[in-house]
C-alpha cells in the first residue's frame, strides 16, 4: 500500500516492549485446554532452558539471518519437537497459543540477557514466521493462508489496515 | 469513545465515515463489537466445536481435516495478542489473523483451507518435517535428548534449580546481569501458578505423571487424544489428566445447542433474544453475500449525495452572482424614475415598486 494512511509498519514508536504478561493477557484458552497449554509452554521452556539443550538454543539465536526469522524458526521446530515426542498427544488448539506464549517468554531471555538487540518487530516477525510454518506442516499453505486473509479483510476491514 | 456498535452496518459506515480514530480499536481500527460480530463469533465457534466432534466421531477418514481445522482453533485463543502485536508491530499479517480469527472465530471456518488440509494428517505431518530444515533444533542431528521417562520422573525443583544455574552461568559469560537471578533467566521464566499445578497430582494421575506434569511425553500419553485418530477410539472423552471434554455423542452437540437456546430466550436473555431480533436480517444478509452489494450501495449513495450537493452550491453561485450582475447592470442604468423616499417608507400594499414611483418632475 503506497498511499494509505496507516502504512506497512508504521505502528505506535517502540517503546513499549512487548513482553510475556501483555501476551499472556491476551491469549484466552478456554478451561479445559488451559491444563494441556500450560503444560506445553512449561515443557518448552525446559526443551529451551534445560543443561541439555539450552546451548542448541543459544546457537540457533547466533546463527546468521534476521532475529525474528531464526526466532519464529526455531520455536515452530521445538513445538514440533514437543508434538512428536508426545506422540501426537498434545491438543492441537494449544500448539499455537503456546508457541506465541514461548516466543515472548524467548524474547525476554534475549533482552535480558542482552544477546541480541530484540524489538517489537523482531517479535511480530517471529510469530508470523511460526505461524505460517506450523499451518504449512498441516498443509495450509502460505499462499493460501495470505489469499484467505486478504480476501476476507477486503470484505471486512478498512483499506488502511487492510491490504 | 463508545466502541459499541448497534450494527454491522453502523460499523462499516462509521469505518467508512472516520477511516482515522483510535489506533487500538473502534470502527476506524476495524473493530466490529456489534451484536451481529458476537453473534457469528458464537455461532463459528460453536460450529468448530461441532465439526471437530462430528469428524472425530466418524472415524479416522475425517480425522486429518480434524487435526488441520482444530489447529487453526488455536489461532482463535491467540487472536488478542496477534491483534496487539500486529498493531504495535506494524506486522500486517498478524493484525489480518488477529481480526480475521476475531470475526470468524477461527480460520478454519472460511472453509476455503478444505483443499489444503485434506492431505495433512496429525501424525504424518510431523513425522515427516521435524526433522526439516525449517526446523531448528532438530537439523543435523543436533536434537535435544527426547524427554524419557526416567527423565520426567525426576523433580521438578531440581530441573528449574539446574536451569537456574546454567543460565546464570550463561548470562554471566555474556555480561548480562545476573544479580538477583530471580527475575533474569530460566528462572525468571518459571510461571508460578503453572509450575504449582503441575506439582500438585492431577485428578486420577499416578505419582510418575504428578511429578513430571510438564513432560509432554508422558503426560499426554496416558490420556486417549491419540485415540482420536483411530476409527473406534474416542476423540475427546480423555485426552488427559484434567481434559474431560464430553464425548460428541454424549451430549456437547446437545449442550451447545442447549446454551443457544439459552442465549436466544427472552426469559433467559432478554437482551440476546432483542439483539437477535433486531439483527437477524443482518445476518441473512451478511450469510448470503449481500455485504458487498450494500457496501457498493452505500459508496454509490455517498457519491450521489456528494454530487447532488456540489451541484446545488452550484447553483446557489450561480444565484448570486446573477443577482449581483443584475444589480449593478441596475445602478448603472438611468431609469428616468425617480424615487419618492416619503412614500417608499410607508406601507406599499400594491406592489413593491408601483408605489414608490411617480413620474419624475
Known sequence: MANGLIQEKMARPEGDDIDTETIKKNIKMPPELQEAYERVVIAGMKVMFSKESHKLMLDELQKEGPLGQKLGMGIAGLMLLLIKESNGTIPPEVIIPAGINLITRAADFIRKSKLEKITNADIGDAMEVMITTLLQKFGVEPEKLAQMLDQFSNENIPAEMGA | ?361
Not at chain 2, 526439516?132 to 535428548?145: C, E, F, I, L, Q
Not at chain 2, 525468571?188 to 485428578?203: C, E, N
Open chain 2, 1 to 361: 469513545m463508545s466502541k459499541i456498535y448497534l450494527s454491522r452496518s453502523i460499523s462499516r459506515t462509521l469505518s467508512a465515515d472516520h477511516p482515522v480514530g483510535d489506533p487500538t480499536g473502534g470502527a476506524a481500527y476495524g473493530e466490529k463489537n456489534d451484536p451481529v460480530s458476537a453473534v457469528l463469533s458464537v455461532a463459528s465457534m460453536a460450529g468448530t466445536y461441532g465439526a471437530a466432534a462430528a469428524a472425530a466421531g466418524a472415524g479416522a477418514g475425517i480425522g486429518a481435516t480434524f487435526s488441520a481445522m482444530t489447529i487453526m482453533q488455536g489461532l482463535t485463543f491467540a487472536g488478542g495478542a496477534l491483534s496487539l502485536v500486529g498493531n504495535v508491530t506494524g506486522n500486517k499479517t498478524l493484525s489480518k489473523i488477529g481480526m480475521v480469527t476475531g470475526i470468524v472465530g477461527g480460520l478454519g471456518q472460511m472453509g476455503a483451507f478444505g483443499e489444503g488440509v485434506q492431505g495433512a494428517k496429525w501424525g504424518d505431518s510431523f513425522s515427516s518435517t521435524v526433522d526439516d530444515s525449517a526446523v531448528n533444533y532438530t537439523s543435523a542431528g543436533k536434537g535435544p535428548a527426547p524427554l524419557k521417562g526416567s527423565q520426567a520422573a525426576g523433580n521438578l525443583a531440581d530441573d528449574v534449580a539446574a536451569q537456574t544455574k546454567i543460565t546464570e552461568a550463561n548470562m554471566a559469560a555474556r555480561g548480562g546481569n545476573v544479580s538477583g537471578a530471580s527475575g533474569q533467566g530460566a528462572a525468571g521464566y518459571a510461571p508460578k501458578g503453572a509450575a504449582s499445578s503441575v506439582t500438585s497430582p492431577p485428578p486420577n494421575a499416578s505419582g510418575a505423571q504428578a511429578s513430571a506434569g510438564y513432560d509432554a511425553s508422558s503426560s499426554y500419553t496416558k490420556g486417549a487424544y491419540n485415540q482420536s485418530l483411530s476409527p473406534t477410539g474416542p476423540a475427546f472423552s480423555d485426552v488427559g489428566p484434567g481434559y474431560t471434554a464430553p464425548a460428541p455423542e454424549s451430549g456437547f452437540l446437545s449442550e451447545a445447542w442447549q446454551g443457544t437456546k439459552d442465549f436466544l430466550n427472552p426469559v433467559k436473555n432478554p437482551y440476546g433474544a432483542l439483539a437477535v431480533g433486531q439483527i437477524a436480517a443482518p445476518i441473512a444478509d451478511y450469510l448470503s453475500g449481500k455485504t458487498d452489494a450494500e457496501i457498493a450501495a452505500l459508496e454509490a449513495q455517498t457519491g450521489y449525495a456528494d454530487a447532488n450537493a456540489l451541484r446545488i452550491q452550484e447553483e446557489i453561485a450561480r444565484e448570486k452572482r446573477r443577482r449581483e450582475n443584475l444589480n449593478a447592470g441596475y445602478a448603472q442604468v438611468n431609469t428616468g424614475i425617480n424615487v419618492n423616499p416619503a412614500v417608499l417608507g410607508q406601507a406599499q400594499a400594491g406592489g413593491l415598486i408601483s408605489g414608490a414611483m411617480q413620474p419624475a418632475a
